[in-house]
Structure formats: structure tokens, C-alpha cells
């Protein structure tokens, strides 16, 4: 699935079909002229160089040459930095405040999630304020350190996600101080969250911090959106947002957006918009190829 995402930066644009070209001088002109008109080879020709200078103009962000074989080779060609598709909204757009000024690139699915299980490089990743995405470094400690504790989690970057959520737990003992006092803090939350009945884990509703589990679930959605489609997503105070988490559902047959992180996050999704925005989605997110969301919404 990834490998399909990445067609995005190859997709071949250059082929400019000249009798459609043709076609659409000839009606502008005559809607123009109120005449039947003739497009002549040569003007095609130049009017075929402005409209390759647009296009090429309109794809700078991620194109910087055509290839022989008539595909483009992008400006990124070793990472995932979004938006895949060309927007209306400033290069430096932050995804996250829909704000310009983006300091950084920043990982959508943030990097505690996988643990280090895949390289640094992979994953989507777009434009952010750092100081945005590091207000979500907390909230993503947490659900992930929730998350690993699931029944149903499990895989390579979910036990390697177990280990840290153990260290930042200080479970081993070897923090001291101010350290060992947070460490402390996460595990008896952590421990408050839990009741254990017959064997099985059950999570208490009444202790679980249901807003920073909805501001990941959020976050992670937001920038999926943006980076495959470039539209972005209403607030959860403009439109009412259904998550449901932990959710028992199907995968979607037919989605529009798709997105693999080696084992530990999956996502497909639906989504349709206009004008930059997105007026109807519905996500369906797997974590630990066991831990599944669901984020459905229309405007
Ligand atoms: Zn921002």
C-alpha cells in the first residue's frame, strides 16, 4: 500500500494531449468571437509551451524534472512530504493551525507509535509549526503508552513501543528525581485506567482522558487528509465528529486514501471536499494491526 501512496511523486503529467488542447482554443475562441475559429499548428504550439510552464509552474512544489520516460521525478525524492497533490494553500502552510510560518516537517503519525521499527524517512509527513506538533508530544505519549496495553495489540512495533512505554513509565526503576516523579505520575494513570475482571483488561471510562485520546485520533486524520488530498478538515467545533474508539468494524471496500506504516499503524479512508475543504470523511485506523478507530464526519 505504501509503495502505492509514493505514485503520487511519479505520476506522468507530461503528456499533454494536443488535440484536446486544440479542441478547447478553438471553443474559447469561438465563445470568444462568436466565430467559428481555426487553431493554427503553430499556435498551438506556443499556447501547448504557456499551458507545460503552468502545469509546471502549478506542480514546482513537488516536480522538478521530466524523465525520458515521460515521468516526473519529484524534489523529494527520498522522503514522503506532503501534500501529494498541488493546493491553493502557502508552501509553509502549517496542517496543524492552518496557519503559515511552518518551522519544521513533522511526522503525521508521530514516531512513538512505531518505536524506531521503520525508518525515520518513512510515513507522511508534512509542513508544522514545531511548536503545534509538540504540543501533541504529551497526548501521543499517552495513547500510544495506552495503546500497547491493548488485548488486541500486537507485532514488531508494538513490542518495541511496549519497551518504551515501559521506560517512560520507569517500570525498571532506574529514573531518579524530577524524571522518576513523571514517570510515576504516567504509571499510576496508566494503573488508574485498568480494572482487571476475570482476567480480562477493562478500561474505565470515567478515568480515561477521552481529550487527548480525541486530539491524536484528530491530529493523525487531519494531516492523512491533507497530505493525500490537500483538503483540509473541518474543526471538531465546527462540525460534529463521530470516534469511535476502541471500535469492532470492517475495513472500507473502496477507499480513497490508504496508508501503511510497517506494523504499526494502518489507515484507509474516504474521503470528498471542494475548494480545499473536505465536506464528508470517513477514517477507519488501525494500530498495532489490532487497536482500531473509527472518525466519521460531514459538514
Ligand atoms: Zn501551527
Given at each position: ?20 488542447l ?8 469561438k ?17 501547448a ?75 507522511p ?15 501521543e ?13 500486537h ?7 511496549r ?7 520507569n ?7 524530577e ?45 492523512l487528509?491533507?497530505?493525500?488530498t ?18 469492532q ?34 477514517f477507519?485506523?488501525?494500530f498495532?494491526?489490532g ?9
Open positions: 500500500m505504501g509503495s502505492d501512496m509514493m505514485k503520487g511523486h511519479n505520476r506522468p503529467t507530461g503528456g499533454l494531449d494536443l488535440d484536446a486544440r479542441a478547447l482554443a478553438e471553443s474559447r475562441l465563445a470568444l468571437t462568436g466565430q467559428k475559429a481555426q487553431v493554427e499548428p503553430e499556435d498551438l504550439r506556443a499556447l509551451e504557456r499551458e507545460l510552464r503552468a502545469l509546471i509552474e502549478h506542480r514546482r512544489r513537488l516536480v522538478v524534472e521530466q524523465l525520458a520516460d515521460g515521468t516526473w521525478r519529484s524534489r523529494f525524492p527520498e522522503t514522503w512530504v506532503g501534500p501529494m497533490v498541488p493546493t491553493s494553500y502557502p508552501e509553509d502552510l502549517c496542517y496543524i493551525c492552518e496557519q503559515p510560518g511552518a518551522d519544521s516537517v513533522e511526522h503525521v503519525v508521530a514516531r512513538c507509535f512505531n518505536a524506531g521499527t521503520v525508518s525515520n524517512k518513512e510515513g509527513q508534512l509542513p508544522a509549526h514545531k511548536r503545534c506538533n509538540g504540543c501533541y508530544s504529551g497526548p505519549e499517552y495513547v500510544r503508552n495506552s495503546m500497547v496495553g491493548f488485548d488486541d495489540a507485532g514488531r512495533a508494538c513490542d518495541a513501543a519497551e518504551d512505554a515501559l521506560s517512560a513509565m517500570v525498571a526503576g532506574d529514573k531518579t528525581g524524571d522518576a516523579r513523571h514517570a510515576k505520575a504516567k504509571r499510576e494513570r496508566q494503573l488508574r485506567e485498568v480494572k482487571r475482571e476475570g482476567g480480562l483488561r477493562k478500561w474505565d471510562h470515567e478515568q480515561v482522558d477521552h481529550d487527548r485520546w480525541n486530539a491524536v485520533l484528530f491530529k493523525i486524520v487531519r494531516g487528509a491533507y497530505w493525500s490537500g483538503l483540509l478538515l473541518p474543526w471538531p467545533a465546527e462540525t460534529e465528529w463521530e470516534i469511535h474508539m476502541p471500535w468494524g470492517v475495513p472500507l471496500q473502496a477507499p480513497t486514501i490508504s496508508s501503511l506504516i510497517g506494523d504499526a499503524f494502518e489507515a484507509q479512508a474516504v474521503l470528498t471536499g471542494s475548494g480545499g475543504r473536505a465536506v464528508e470523511g470517513d477507519r485506523l488501525t498495532y494491526q487497536v482500531r478507530a473509527r472518525l466519521y464526519f460531514r459538514r
